[in-house]
């Protein structure tokens, strides 16, 4: 974990070096100036000599001033170190958040994610930098500090030694409870960030069901847990004072009577006694820094952890070591595919010899399932290249599930999907999914133009061909109506958007990429019917050659598809065309019947998973 933090150092290395450097040089001066103090008392104010208060005096000014001049060159090159250190752990977790697939993402949470990135690295910044000034600072100055006690008398000296030992028990007592709290903290944090982040993503949601309440008690639960942590660790910490102030006060009344005795005896002079009560404070002072430091540490502990635990993640989906380049067709095959959300992915060789065609019935009759947590169990089916394939079933028959192993966003528990020929653990992860363009249920759209958009298509596409792909999408018509047509500014998340007129950029946005495979996941369910024949319509000549499969609820959307695929309970239940399906498959039949006799969408119990 401490070499994965401190690879993010990188170039700010030499700030995190002088740092130190320049600390250490002007805690000597600190420390010396004490020093010079006491001969400027005994040998200049007592003796009643003024030139040696002129000169013990000019020089403590000249150290004084010295040991400034090095505290702000500290100062700057700690910010750049410790600024610089967490720039780079963010880009560290951001870059390889971006290798993360969907299982990765969900192992994560997004709200931790965001806690990680947030939170945790302001508290290792913090931390860092209070490491390359204190905790050099604390321990050269107490080292310096009773080294010079030592010098002007040892007997005194062990008053300090005694004080030392009191207070660092306490304060490991201390910190030792305190850091099993603040391990607690940081788990209640993510709790917050998720409420927060669920929040207002469905606020929308929360206010129609008027669910404010709800959410309030919600948020405050968590809140009220994380202020009940921070009073307990902060309870804890407080203590440090009033254990360091006894500690002082009792080092000051024994350092004031033997002292005393001292002086009278004459084996102390009083600049040696004024020496050792600025070196008391600066001993204890210390102490008192390195005990912040381990409650900082202790707190920064789990933080770099939690930190270092995302960029050592390894993707759980990776390319191969020589991946094919290219998806030469849209040709796809699933072969006895099972798919669990919680399985480890197959371990994965090379891909099985392709079987001789099998009857139908062979295909369409999976096994009883012995996994009855899968997802998808025993799947096989094959598509032709240009094929369009309708895809329905029942919610939570797996049908997002299954078009989501097609471009590996989650790979299979067992079995193997063959895309263009080629296992598509074979190839190279970015030609892959480059080829296979994707309409999530969940539309996203980003902040700027809709031109902007529809770039992320592809980013040269012309404002011609940008134009094309919306007509086929069906989304032309609401575009040209707005102000500033496609210069059109789009909020964050398109809300300034229909649900509908989402649904239809994320349509053209993907025809942009021209892909050997589309996949419309539910993606016309907010369009009213005669978009969605519009937009079927569009689709029905365009991208020849590319395979297309539609996922819908509708028998509607579907029925004109090549031929239809039908899903029951994360098993394939029919895979023919609209009129065989019609007489052969008794799911998709009633829910043809369901639909028909009340123009609804198939949700019953007989098609649930």
């Not at 690879?7 to 600190?30: C, F, H, M, N």
Request: overall charge neutral; some cysteine; aromatic content about 8%.
């Amino acid at each position: 974990m401490l070499s994965t933090l401190l690879q993010q150092v990188g170039r700010y290395k030499w700030a995190s070096i002088l740092t130190p450097v320049w600390t250490a040089t002007e805690v000597v001066l600190d420390v010396l100036i004490p020093y010079i103090t006491a001969s400027l008392i005994d040998k200049g104010l007592m003796a009643g000599n003024i030139q040696e208060v002129y000169r013990y005096g000019a020089l403590m000014l000249l150290m004084a001033f010295l040991s400034l001049a090095f505290g702000i060159l500290a100062g700057r090159s700690s910010a750049q170190a410790s600024t610089g250190f967490a720039a780079n752990l963010r880009r560290a977790m951001y870059r390889n958040i971006q290798t993360f697939s969907f299982a990765d993402i969900d192992r994560f949470s997004t709200s931790g994610l965001v806690t990680r990135m947030t939170s945790d690295v302001t508290s290792l910044q913090n931390a860092f930098g209070q490491i390359l000034r204190v905790s050099v600072r604390a321990p050269f100055r107490l080292i310096l500090s009773i080294f010079m006690c030592l010098m002007i008398d040892a007997r005194l000296s062990l008053i300090f030694i005694v004080a030392m030992i009191i207070l660092s028990t306490s304060l490991y007592n201390i910190i030792s409870r305190v850091a099993r709290l603040f391990k607690q903290v940081f788990r209640q944090y993510d709790a917050l960030n998720e409420s927060v982040q669920e929040n207002v993503a469905a606020i929308r949601v929360v206010k129609a069901f008027v669910r404010e309440g709800h959410e309030t008690t919600k948020f405050n639960k968590a809140a009220e847990s994380l202020y009940n942590l921070y009073v307990r660790a902060e309870s804890l910490m407080a203590l440090n004072h009033p254990v360091m102030n006894m500690v002082v006060y009792g080092c000051i009344i024994a350092l004031s009577w033997y002292g005393a005795h001292f002086i009278v005896g004459g084996s102390l002079t009083t600049g040696e006694l004024t020496s050792l009560f600025t070196y008391v404070m600066s001993i204890l002072q210390s102490l008192m820094m390195l005990s912040m430091i381990f409650v900082m540490l202790t707190q920064s502990a789990a933080s770099a952890e939690r930190v270092a635990e995302v960029i050592e993640a390894k993707a759980s989906i990776t390319n191969p070591e020589y991946p094919v380049m290219e998806v030469t067709d849209g040709s796809i095959e699933f072969r006895g595919v099972r798919f669990d959300y919680t399985a480890t992915p197959a371990p994965y060789t090379q891909p099985a010899p392709k079987p001789a065609a099998a009857p139908a019935a062979a295909l369409l009759s999976p096994a009883p399932p012995k996994h009855k947590r899968s997802a998808l169990f025993n799947i096989s089916f094959a598509i032709r290249p240009g094929e369009t394939i309708g895809v329905i079933g029942g919610t939570g028959s797996g049908k997002s599930s299954l078009v989501s192993l097609i471009n590996r966003l989650y790979d299979v528990s067992e079995g193997s999907i063959i895309v263009g020929g080629h296992d598509v653990r074979d190839y190279d992860l970015v030609a892959l999914r480059d080829a296979v363009a994707v309409v999530l249920q969940q539309n996203t759209l980003f902040s700027g133009t809709i031109l902007d958009n529809l770039r992320w298509g592809r980013a040269d596409a012309t404002l011609e061909e940008c134009r094309e792909a919306c007509r086929t999408a069906a989304a032309d018509e609401f575009i040209e109506q707005m102000p500033d047509a496609y210069e059109s500014r789009i909020e964050q998340g398109g809300t300034n958007l229909s649900g509908g007129q989402r649904q239809r950029l994320c349509i053209a946005r993907a025809l942009l990429k021209r892909p050997r495979i589309l996949i419309l996941d539910d993606s016309t369910s907010a369009c009213d019917t005669a978009t969605d024949a519009a937009i079927r319509r569009g689709l029905h000549t365009a991208l020849p050659g590319t395979t297309k499969l539609i996922i819908a609820q509708r028998i509607l959307s579907v029925r004109d598809c090549d031929r239809i695929l039908v899903l029951e309970n994360g098993q394939l239940s029919g895979f023919d065309t609209h009129e065989r399906l019609l007489t052969t498959n008794a799911v998709y039949r009633e829910i043809h019947d369901i639909q028909s006799a009340n123009a609804g969408d198939f949700d019953t119990k007989g098609g649930e998973a």
